[in-house]
């Protein structure tokens, strides 16, 4: 299983304000359904950057690993499916709440 999502911000071990223990690189990632997660990246990825839209491999942990980077109108569609497809179900779910929860009309009381 993959996930969509945007680089935030990249950890690589030779920026200056870093100081690591590894020589891999982690990116900060806005997921589709508005999570932030950080994940490694695969080694063989040296050209991801900052906004770049990926692909994140979800299959049993440790591997949560972007694998892809996404670019042109494959990336800006992809993204929009995604988001589309969450506040879809985010929509949806705010009006069942809506629907689900009667309001409660407190009787005043007389003595």
Known sequence: ??????????????????????????AMLEMWDENIITVKVSPSLKSIKKHDVVLVDYTKPPKFMVTKILKGSIAKETWETYKQHYEKKLSEAIKRRQTRIPIKRHESYVG
Do not use: C, D, R, Y
């Open 1 to 26: 299983m993959h996930h969509i999502g945007k680089v935030l911000q990249l950890f690589k071990p030779n920026h200056k304000n870093i100081k690591s223990a590894s020589k891999s690189t982690e």
